[in-house]
């Protein structure tokens, strides 16, 4: 046998082997090596407990919750703007001057005229949605709650398209002569009497940015039309809207009108009645209107 030392190759029989210098070392090495890799290696995550899992839920949906609660505060605070401080028509008395008119979108108009009692306005065409009020009277209270939801479905979302609009004023209740005849709204909500059916008809005036692309109704009953371009005789007044109300105001308008030199009031032309104001306005603050359409006199 020849032995080579210190080189790492000694031959035994003929055989070269080889041999690493410092054996010790090396195994010291790779244990070092793998006691590093362990102490490295990520830790094993801990598997969530279910108790664990709901705490981390209810986080998430309360992180959520809030998020969203500010956008509503925000949205409210923007709405609200609206109400608190609100509009005003030009006033002709201290009854007219106390009135006050959420600032939404309205109907577009001019004043060809003013007298102490009655204006005359020019209106320009708007689109409505209308529907048929149950019961027999423009301001039963249950028909026109129930009737107001109605539109106001089809203006926050049950139509076609699911499409959001804008509130607008006033609500109108308008009374008709003729089955047929249109009837407007915006701001108002109009309510109508077809004469014929003993029916009243309310309408919301709808945003003027959709035009005739209206989305269409869900609700059967809800119908939408476009009012044309006219001109009427408006008195205003403040409190609750009553049948009796209603009544009054009218004679004492069509009687005014008498002694309009300009215009008079337009055969078959039926009363329509603006209410802009939300239920909880004060009812000396509250905005309504009793409007008749007119025309110009020939001579």
């Given at each position: 046998m020849l032995l080579c030392y210190p080189s790492s190759v000694f031959t035994i029989h003929g055989t070269s082997i080889s041999t690493p210098?410092?054996?010790?070392?090396?195994?010291?090495?790779?244990?070092?090596?793998?006691?590093?890799?362990?102490?490295?290696?990520?830790?094993?995550?801990?598997?969530?407990?279910a108790f664990e899992a709901r705490v981390s839920l209810v986080l998430a949906l309360a992180s959520q919750a809030s998020a969203l609660s500010q956008r509503l505060v925000v949205d409210t605070a923007t709405e609200a703007v609206k109400y608190v401080f609100p509009k005003r028509f030009e006033s002709r008395n201290l009854e007219e001057a106390l009135m006050a008119v959420p600032d939404l979108e309205t109907v577009n108009f001019t004043v060809l005229s003013r007298t102490e009692q009655y204006e005359i306005r020019?209106?320009?065409?708007?689109?409505?949605?209308?529907?048929?009020?149950?019961?027999?009277?423009?301001?039963?209270?249950?028909?026109?709650s129930r009737s107001f939801n109605v539109l106001a479905e089809y203006l926050f979302g049950k139509n076609t398209?699911?499409?959001?609009?804008?509130?607008?004023?006033?609500?109108?209740?308008r009374k008709d002569q003729s089955v047929g005849e249109k009837m407007e709204m915006t701001t108002p909500v109009i309510t109508k009497r077809l004469e014929d059916q003993d029916k009243w008809q309310m309408s919301f005036v709808m945003p003027s940015?959709?035009?005739?692309?209206?989305?269409?109704?869900?609700?059967?009953?809800?119908?939408?039309?476009?009012?044309?371009?006219?001109?009427?005789a408006v008195l205003a007044f403040s409190g609750f809207v009553t049948d009796e109300e209603v009544k009054r105001r009218e004679s004492k308008l069509r009687e005014a009108l008498k002694s309009d030199r300009q215009f008079q009031i337009k055969e078959g032309a039926s009363v329509e009645i603006a209410q802009y104001n939300p239920p909880f306005t004060l009812p000396f603050q509250r905005r309504n209107e009793i409007a008749l359409e007119v025309e110009r006199k020939e001579n």
């Open positions: 210098r410092n054996s010790k070392r090396s195994r010291s090495i790779i244990t070092n090596s793998t006691a590093t890799d362990r102490a490295t290696a990520p830790p094993r995550r801990r598997p969530m407990s020019e209106v320009e065409p708007y689109f409505i949605a209308e529907t048929t009020m149950p019961g027999k009277t423009g301001f039963d209270f249950n028909g026109a398209t699911k499409e959001k609009m804008e509130m607008t004023t006033p609500v109108l209740t940015k959709y035009g005739a692309n209206l989305p269409v109704p869900k609700d059967p009953s809800v119908r939408v039309e476009e009012v044309p371009r006219k001109i009427i």
